[in-house]
């Protein structure tokens, strides 16, 4: 089997099917997304970051460099999708849609699950730490475009304080500074539910995505399309060296960067009215027409 086909089926294969499985479970038994979203931003996913970093490795300057390389991504594909944008003359809330799908990308559901299956657990280690800074724009940035500047910095402040995902960070980090050891019981607690999340995920990515809306303005989301999984990709390989990424933390980045658009988008376009069926038509498009970029990039990659 040549190697484009077998990246595919390896890895990405893979997290079609647990989408599509979540997909079907929307479909015929009506599975409330919202419930399993819930668990697994609240429950799963704060388990899996603290495993991730309370047993990686990384230094403080591993840590540093990927959470600016994360931050450096979201500036970059912001201001080359403004400007474009500008340019196409966009509709004012349509104009808000399209930066909120280039720049939010999706790097919980899919890019975890992409690291973990293509690189393993040191790729895993450093993905989190994108998918920890991807969260903290998610709701300050994201918050504020979707929103066209109607949500206060204490609005956008407090949904920051509600993100268990950085407190699990932050306590990770500690134990990892400090060597401390973790009680086996609770060990044992952590490495079960630490290992759920990432299916889990991709459950809620399939069940997300089916029950939404539609809407197909061409123009815009061939541009919005084109910007995210073709744009992501490229200013992430131009930048990740000159941002000092190297071997697993540069895969799991350039990874990362590259990523469809994050199912997120869609409940801050609901909430500030930002297009909603649009959005959710990028959150699907993206993420359908993804393997076509991603699997060429994982071969680039060395996968």
């Known amino acids: 089997m040549s190697a484009i086909p077998s990246l ?12 599509a499985l979540g997909y079907a479970l ?66 004012r809330q349509l104009f808000a849609a399209v930066m909120l799908t280039t720049i939010l990308v999706n790097a919980g559901n899919y890019g975890l699950s992409l690291n973990a299956f293509a690189f393993g657990e040191e790729a895993l280690a450093h993905a989190s730490l994108f998918f920890i800074t991807s969260a903290l724009i998610t709701y300050t940035a994201g918050v504020t475009i979707a929103s066209l500047g109607s949500a206060s910095l204490k609005e956008s402040l407090a949904r920051l304080a509600g993100i268990p995902a950085i ?57 919005a399309t084109g910007m995210r999984l073709v744009g992501g990709a490229l200013i992430a390989l131009l930048t990740a060296g000159l941002l000092g990424l190297r071997g697993a933390a540069l895969n799991a980045g350039v990874i990362e960067a590259a990523t469809p658009t994050a199912v997120m988008t869609t409940i801050l376009a609901t909430e500030f009215d930002a297009r909603p069926a649009f959005v959710t038509s990028v959150v699907f498009i993206t993420t359908l027409l993804s393997p076509l970029t991603l699997t060429p990039l994982l071969a680039y990659l060395g996968a």
């Open 26 to 91: 929307g479909q015929w038994l009506e599975v409330d997304p919202k419930s399993v979203s819930r668990m697994v931003f609240y429950v799963l996913s704060p388990f899996l970051v603290f495993d991730l970093l309370a047993n990686s490795q990384l230094s403080n300057g591993d840590i540093a460099r990927m959470m600016s390389f994360a931050a450096v991504q979201a500036l970059l594909i912001g201001a080359a999708t403004w400007v474009i944008g500008r340019a196409l003359r966009l509709e």
């Open 167 to 223: 407190y699990a960070a932050a306590l990770g980090g500690l134990f990892n500074a400090f060597n401390w050891p973790i009680p086996f019981p609770l060990e044992r607690t952590v490495s079960l539910l630490s290992d759920a999340t990432i299916p889990a995920m991709l459950i809620v990515l399939g069940l997300q995505v089916q029950r939404g809306q539609r809407s197909w303005e061409f123009k815009a989301l061939a541009f």
């Open 8 to 19: 595919f089926l390896n890895n990405l294969l893979p997290i079609l099917l647990i989408a």
